[in-house]
């Protein structure tokens, strides 16, 4: 939607019966958007928000809680590292938790508060919004300016700023496609591949390279289109809303009949001497102002990403008329129909139920989880030998993965039989770094006599020092006497 068209046209475009997206000409061609920035008191509260967003962003990675970063997600080893804790292949059940938890939260989030996640938090608006547009209009000019210039031929001009901005652009993307590749391989890693020839990690490289132009590709050319045509999450809106979440809406029993017109007109309405109209003087601005292009007063629409822009543009307006704010404000559709709020009802009740089942179910196992996650098995061959002096041995495998942020030594001894004991293959005691796993192999030798009927429950006691033990029970195997 270019924001140089009449506000009619708008209004007849948008309302045209082959119009698809807001975005697309009836050809099917990109319709660029000129969105103009609409400075108000949601536009400040959210442009402290994307601040603290895009420094938790960044600093994350390189904040250390126990020696780790706040957030690290190693894929190639499957630990993923959250605010101290880190998860290994073992924990699959917590981390199903926690995603099933994620998503819950965004369902609840949505359903109270309809979509203050794309308006306030998703990166996609958050980086657009306050870094990558501001430094458009900073080198290209006004949104005028730029939609003639864009529509004009190629000059000299035209080619300097473009250049300057898609270059400004390019180091923006580099460095947060480093940020990003942190989170995934730590800022250690990252900060000495920096310093190393890429053919040395070339499989790193390509994938930093490839995400910077994802980020170029997004953020330079595909911009709104990736809330109104790609994200599932805008698809999934009519499920997750009802008339009673929080939206951004005109109000029509305000607003309407709309008519332009300017103070003098507005001024004998105000005295009586001509038929009032709605509040709305139909002038356009929540429409210039919206990133996605569409206009706010034909009803919730899917591409409305809830960025308030048009709350803040029409609050100008009223303000100049004499009207009171609020003409377009967060609301709810039943609101607006003139029913009460209603924040607690079915949907949210079973949803909130179902998230708080699902944080207790993980407060819990993250309480009751152990410091070192023991497997005991069998090795391969056969189950026991005989000793010459009548002992039974069975070899056993034990895996050991130290979950603590400490460095730790175990060794292991048999609680019961009592007259059993551990023999190492190999030294021990064995030392474990943070987060470190390691298999060994252990012969545990005990009287025949011990094993009555060929076999004994017996219990394994891992001591990893000051007083700190584990115990595992595995059943030992002898002869059938
Ligand atoms: S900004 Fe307000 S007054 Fe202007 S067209 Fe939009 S709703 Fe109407
Ligand atoms: S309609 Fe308003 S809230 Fe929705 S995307 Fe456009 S400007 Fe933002």
Same mark, same amino acid.
């Given at each position: 939607?270019?924001?140089?068209?009449?506000?009619?046209?708008?209004?007849?475009?948008?309302?045209?019966?082959?119009?698809?997206?807001?975005?697309?000409?009836?050809?099917?061609?990109?319709?660029?958007?000129?969105?103009? #920035?609409?400075?108000?008191?949601?536009?400040?509260?959210?442009?402290?928000?994307?601040?603290?967003?895009?420094?938790?962003?960044?600093?994350?990675?390189?904040?250390?809680?126990?020696?780790?970063?706040?957030?690290?997600?190693?894929?190639?080893? #499957?630990?993923?590292?959250?605010?101290?804790?880190?998860?290994?292949?073992?924990?699959?059940?917590?981390?199903?938790?926690?995603?099933?938890?994620?998503?819950?939260?965004?369902? /609840?989030?949505?359903?109270?508060?309809?979509?203050?996640?794309?308006?306030?938090?998703?990166?996609?608006?958050?980086?657009?919004?306050?870094?990558?547009?501001?430094?458009?209009?900073?080198?290209?000019?006004?949104?005028?300016?730029?939609?003639?210039?864009?529509?004009?031929?190629?000059?000299?001009?035209?080619?300097?700023?473009?250049?300057?901005?898609?270059?400004?652009?390019?180091?923006?993307?580099?460095?947060?496609?480093?940020?990003?590749?942190?989170?995934?391989?730590?800022?250690?890693?990252?900060?000495?591949?920096?310093?190393?020839?890429?053919?040395?990690?070339?499989?790193?490289?390509?994938?930093?390279?490839?995400?910077?132009?994802?980020?170029?590709? !997004?953020?330079?050319?595909?911009?709104?289109?990736?809330?109104?045509?790609?994200?599932?999450?805008?698809?999934?809106?009519?499920?997750?809303?009802?008339?009673?979440?929080?939206? /951004?809406?005109?109000?029509?029993?305000?607003?309407?009949?709309?008519?332009? #017109?300017?103070?003098?007109?507005?001024?004998?309405?105000?005295?009586?001497?001509?038929?009032?109209?709605? !509040?709305?003087?139909?002038?356009?601005?929540?429409?210039?102002?919206?990133?996605?292009?569409?206009?706010?007063?034909?009803?919730?629409?899917?591409?409305?990403?809830?960025?308030?822009?048009?709350?803040?543009?029409?609050?100008?307006?009223?303000?100049?008329?004499?009207?009171?704010?609020?003409?377009?404000?967060?609301?709810?559709?039943?609101?607006?129909?003139?029913?009460?709020?209603?924040?607690?009802?079915?949907?949210?009740?079973?949803?909130?139920?179902?998230?708080? @089942?699902? @944080?207790?179910?993980?407060?819990?196992?993250?309480?009751?989880?152990?410091?070192?996650?023991?497997?005991?098995?069998?090795?391969?061959?056969?189950?026991?030998?005989?000793?010459?002096?009548?002992?039974?041995?069975? #070899?056993?495998?034990?895996? @050991?993965?130290?979950?603590?942020?400490?460095?730790?030594?175990? &060794?292991?001894? @048999?609680?019961?039989?009592?007259?059993?004991?551990?023999?190492?293959?190999?030294?021990?005691?064995?030392?474990?770094?943070?987060?470190?796993?390691?298999?060994?192999?252990?012969?545990?030798?005990?009287?025949?006599?011990?094993?009555?009927?060929?076999?004994?429950?017996?219990?394994?006691?891992?001591?990893?020092?000051?007083?700190?033990?584990?115990?595992?029970?595995? &059943?030992?195997?002898?002869?059938?006497?």
């Amino acid at each position: 939607m270019s924001e140089s068209a009449r506000p009619g046209e708008l209004v007849e475009i948008l309302e045209s019966p082959e119009e698809v997206l807001s975005t697309l000409t009836v050809e099917g061609k990109r319709r660029w958007i000129y969105p103009i #920035r609409s400075k108000g008191r949601f536009d400040r509260r959210r442009l402290i928000v994307a601040w603290v967003l895009i420094a938790l962003f960044v600093g994350l990675p390189l904040i250390k809680i126990n020696g780790k970063p706040a957030i690290l997600l190693h894929l190639a080893t #499957r630990e993923f590292t959250f605010f101290g804790t880190t998860f290994y292949p073992t924990d699959t059940f917590l981390l199903l938790l926690i995603l099933v938890g994620s998503v819950f939260s965004i369902i /609840v989030l949505t359903a109270l508060l309809g979509r203050v996640w794309c308006g306030w938090g998703c990166p996609q608006t958050v980086y657009l919004e306050y870094v990558f547009r501001p430094i458009e209009r900073w080198i290209e000019g006004p949104e005028h300016v730029r939609k003639r210039r864009n529509e004009g031929p190629w000059t000299f001009e035209k080619v300097w700023r473009k250049s300057a901005r898609f270059g400004i652009y390019l180091a923006i993307s580099l460095g947060l496609a480093h940020v990003f590749l942190a989170y995934f391989v730590g800022w250690d890693d990252l900060s000495s591949w920096l310093t190393r020839s890429p053919l040395e990690h070339t499989g790193s490289f390509f994938t930093m390279a490839f995400t910077t132009g994802l980020i170029l590709f !997004d953020f330079g050319y595909f911009r709104e289109q990736m809330c109104t045509i790609t994200c599932p999450y805008a698809r999934m809106q009519s499920v997750l809303l009802d008339r009673d979440s929080l939206i /951004v809406s005109y109000d029509p029993s305000r607003g309407e009949p709309r008519a332009k #017109r300017g103070k003098k007109k507005l001024a004998l309405e105000a005295a009586g001497e001509i038929p009032a109209r709605g !509040d709305c003087i139909d002038c356009a601005a929540c429409v210039r102002t919206c990133p996605t292009g569409i206009d706010i007063r034909d009803g919730l629409q899917m591409e409305c990403i809830a960025c308030t822009q048009c709350i803040d543009a029409c609050d100008v307006i009223m303000d100049n008329i004499g009207k009171p704010r609020g003409l377009i404000r967060y609301t709810s559709e039943n609101e607006i129909a003139g029913k009460p709020a209603r924040n607690v009802r079915p949907r949210t009740v079973i949803y909130v139920s179902i998230l708080a @089942v699902i @944080v207790v179910a993980l407060a819990t196992l993250l309480a009751t989880r152990s410091s070192f996650d023991i497997n005991v098995g069998r090795v391969t061959g056969a189950p026991f030998v005989e000793l010459p002096d009548g002992k039974i041995a069975n #070899r056993l495998r034990l895996r @050991v993965r130290n979950q603590t942020g400490e460095r730790v030594a175990y &060794t292991v001894v @048999v609680e019961d039989p009592a007259g059993a004991e551990v023999q190492f293959v190999g030294v021990s005691p064995i030392e474990l770094e943070p987060g470190e796993m390691k298999r060994s192999e252990v012969f545990v030798v005990l009287p025949a006599s011990d094993l009555p009927n060929g076999r004994r429950e017996t219990t394994l006691r891992f001591d990893f020092g000051e007083g700190v033990s584990e115990t595992a029970r595995y &059943t030992l195997l002898g002869p059938q006497r």
